[in-house]
């Protein structure tokens, strides 16, 4: 029984007779235009002249339905008066994109809106008004294949105006309810919309995890290689300040490259239209032409760095350069964390048809620098990155007491 009224409680069952309501009162500046073939055609009989007008003013209203606005605002209002999770219509506009089944259910959801408003606004109008009057001497009256029932005034009439007052709100209930039923297959998102909004999904998952390898490959390596620049100037500050003084010089380019990064993918974080894309120019751009001073930073930093390089680095463009460099990024900030001291060789042939990366350094935490905490992203991350790019990762200890990380990548992707 409790569960029987509890619609009846419910804030968005009036709401949505509201919403029905006011399809039905939103149509009503149509129905003049409608009537005007029934007015130039007086002699016609009244049947035909109603059925023509329901029929145009069906046909005006479903004309209304297939504007471009209409759709969205139809959704909006939905939303907020029905209380139902109708998702916004996705970026997929154009006609020829949809099928016929997709454009006619606007129109058709409009068409349905305005129906069960009148029959709402009618039915439960009149039961409502009942309910209002019979207890004052109002006389009601109910005919139904033969049969009439009639309530006069007095006792029947406060008998039965709460029966007409509770039939009125099972009407909200009904009409609310096939509201909410038809909104979200009739405004939700078409099956070409599903696949934009997946494609959607997608795009921006691809773009997190782009972002969050750049914040791990950026961040990680300039905070590792600025603790072990602060570590190595305070050894030094009072026996060689000039050394001192280069290290916390190496810090400081080190923490200005970074914040470039970090404000970089904040602002994507922040972009006000997602999915509009990043600007290129906005973009740090690190490619293999910074290596140089990549190395720099890790002699700063105390490291031995023996680079053998060979190709033509510059020639390396786009994202497979950006890429490369932070590849070597990584492999050195791992080397930094966790090796064992000693000289760190960086590789790099780039050739005609492909691109050759490796970093080796010697393995053990044997540092007096202190241990640094691993995330376990580093190398799973740059091994989905080489996935992408339909390259050859190894890494893992060579058994001489090192830890070799070798990369191999096509210079031309293939088709």
Same mark, same amino acid.
């Given at each position: 029984?409790?569960?029987?009224?509890?619609?009846?409680?419910?804030?968005?069952?009036?709401?949505?007779? %509201?919403?029905?309501?006011?399809?039905?009162?939103?149509?009503?500046?149509?129905?003049?235009?409608?009537?005007?073939?029934?007015?130039?055609?007086?002699?016609?009989?009244y049947?035909?002249?109603?059925?023509?007008?329901?029929l145009?003013?069906?046909?005006?209203?479903?004309?209304?339905?297939?504007?471009r606005?209409?759709?969205?605002?139809?959704?909006?209002?939905?939303?907020?008066?029905?209380?139902?999770?109708?998702?916004?219509?996705?970026?997929?506009?154009?006609?020829?994109?949809?099928?016929?089944?997709?454009?006619?259910?606007?129109?058709l959801?409009? %068409?349905?809106?305005?129906?069960?408003?009148?029959?709402?606004?009618?039915?439960?109008?009149?039961?409502?008004?009942?309910?209002? #009057?019979?207890?004052?001497?109002?006389?009601?009256?109910?005919?139904?294949?033969?049969?009439?029932?009639?309530?006069?005034?007095?006792?029947?009439?406060?008998?039965?105006?709460?029966?007409?007052?509770?039939?009125?709100?099972?009407?909200?209930?009904?009409?609310?309810?096939?509201?909410r039923?038809?909104?979200?297959?009739?405004?939700?998102?078409?099956s070409?919309e599903?696949?934009?909004?997946?494609?959607?999904?997608?795009?921006?998952l691809?773009?997190?995890?782009?972002?969050?390898?750049?914040?791990?490959?950026?961040?990680?390596?300039?905070?590792?290689?600025? #603790?072990?620049?602060?570590?190595?100037?305070?050894?030094?500050?009072?026996?060689?300040?000039?050394?001192?003084?280069?290290?916390?010089?190496?810090?400081?380019?080190?923490?200005?490259?970074?914040?470039?990064?970090?404000?970089?993918?904040?602002?994507?974080?922040?972009?006000?239209?997602?999915?509009?894309g990043?600007?290129?120019?906005?973009?740090?751009?690190? #490619?293999?032409?910074?290596?140089?001073?990549?190395?720099?930073?890790?002699?700063?930093?105390?490291?031995?760095?023996e680079?053998?390089?060979?190709?033509? %680095?510059?020639?390396?463009?786009?994202?497979?350069?950006?890429?490369?460099?932070?590849?070597?990024?990584?492999?050195?900030?791992?080397?930094?964390?966790?090796?064992?001291?000693?000289?760190?060789?960086?590789?790099?042939?780039?050739?005609?048809?492909?691109?050759?990366?490796?970093?080796?350094?010697?393995?053990?935490?044997?540092?007096?620098?202190?241990?640094?905490?691993?995330?376990?992203?580093?190398?799973?991350?740059?091994?989905?990155?080489?996935?992408?790019?339909?390259?050859?990762?190894?890494?893992?200890?060579?058994?001489?007491?090192?830890?070799?990380?070798?990369?191999?990548?096509?210079?031309?992707?293939?088709?």
């Amino acid at each position: 029984m409790i569960r029987g009224i509890h619609p009846l409680l419910r804030g968005s069952t009036y709401s949505g007779a %509201l919403f029905a309501f006011s399809g039905a009162m939103a149509s009503l500046p149509l129905l003049p235009i409608a009537m005007l073939p029934a007015l130039v055609w007086p002699s016609a009989p009244y049947e035909v002249r109603a059925a023509v007008t329901l029929l145009l003013w069906a046909v005006l209203v479903a004309a209304v339905g297939l504007a471009r606005a209409a759709r969205r605002v139809l959704t909006a209002s939905a939303r907020r008066l029905l209380k139902v999770q109708v998702p916004d219509p996705a970026a997929v506009r154009e006609r020829d994109t949809m099928s016929r089944a997709d454009r006619r259910r606007t129109p058709l959801w409009l %068409l349905l809106h305005v129906a069960l408003g009148w029959a709402g606004t009618l039915v439960g109008g009149l039961l409502f008004l009942a309910g209002l #009057t019979l207890p004052f001497g109002a006389e009601a009256g109910l005919s139904l294949s033969g049969r009439s029932v009639r309530v006069a005034g007095g006792w029947q009439g406060w008998a039965a105006a709460p029966v007409c007052l509770l039939l009125a709100a099972f009407v909200c209930v009904a009409v609310t309810g096939a509201l909410r039923w038809l909104a979200p297959r009739l405004l939700g998102p078409s099956s070409a919309e599903r696949l934009a909004l997946a494609a959607e999904r997608e795009r921006q998952l691809a773009e997190r995890n782009r972002l969050a390898h750049e914040l791990h490959d950026s961040i990680g390596h300039t905070l590792t290689a600025t #603790t072990i620049q602060a570590a190595v100037a305070a050894e030094v500050l009072s026996a060689d300040p000039v050394a001192a003084r280069a290290a916390l010089r190496s810090i400081e380019e080190s923490s200005r490259t970074a914040l470039e990064d970090l404000d970089y993918v904040l602002g994507v974080l922040r972009e006000e239209r997602p999915g509009r894309g990043e600007d290129p120019e906005a973009a740090p751009a690190r #490619t293999l032409a910074d290596l140089p001073e990549l190395l720099d930073r890790l002699r700063h930093a105390g490291a031995v760095v023996e680079p053998e390089l060979s190709g033509g %680095l510059t020639q390396v463009q786009g994202t497979l350069s950006r890429a490369a460099y932070r590849i070597l990024q990584e492999g050195l900030t791992n080397a930094l964390r966790h090796g064992a001291g000693g000289t760190v060789r960086v590789r790099v042939a780039a050739g005609p048809d492909r691109l050759e990366l490796g970093v080796v350094n010697r393995i053990g935490t044997g540092t007096d620098r202190g241990a640094f905490p691993t995330s376990g992203h580093g190398l799973p991350g740059l091994a989905e990155r080489v996935r992408l790019l339909h390259g050859e990762f190894e890494a893992g200890p060579d058994g001489r007491g090192h830890w070799r990380l070798e990369v191999r990548l096509p210079v031309r992707l293939p088709a």
